[in-house]
Nanobody, 122 residues
Framework: VQLQASGGGLVQAGGSLRLSCAAS????????MGWFRQAPGKEREFVAA????????YYADSVKGRFTISRDNAKKMVYLQMNSLRPEETAVYYCASSKFRGAEAAAAYDYWGQGTQVTVSS
């Protein structure tokens, strides 16, 4: 599975962005997918995850009610809609695939995209 994240950019606090992750490979649609983020000097942290069929979603407490993860298996795409963004959420955002549903540990993810920069100005 190969993954490519896009959609990052510069946004003001309170604004919105939609990240996209394009997956390739025959088995891409069968994997659970997740989004992580990593700010400079900090560890990579879990943001959201979705099961292979989109039936279940999981979120970090800090983003619940503001972020929405979704997927379109026909297009092999995963999305992260981010609303009410905060300056402290400035980070590189990564998409990743996992054999495990709802996994929050980065070690549970096998394949990673290259990351897309999200910068939230105050």
């Amino acid at each position: 599975v190969q993954l490519q994240a896009s959609g990052g950019g510069l946004v003001q606090a309170g604004g919105s962005l939609r990240l996209s992750c394009a997956a390739s490979g025959r088995a891409a649609a069968m994997y659970a997918m997740g989004w992580f983020r990593q700010a400079p000097g900090k560890e990579r942290e879990f943001v959201a995850a979705i099961t292979w069929n989109g039936g279940y979603t999981y979120y970090a407490d800090s983003v619940k009610g503001r972020f929405t993860i979704s997927r379109d298996n026909a297009k092999k795409m995963v999305y992260l809609q981010m609303n009410s963004l905060r300056p402290e959420e400035t980070a590189v955002y990564y998409c990743a695939s996992s054999k495990f549903r709802g996994a929050e540990a980065a070690a549970a993810y096998d394949y990673w995209g290259q990351g897309t920069q999200v910068t939230v100005s105050s």
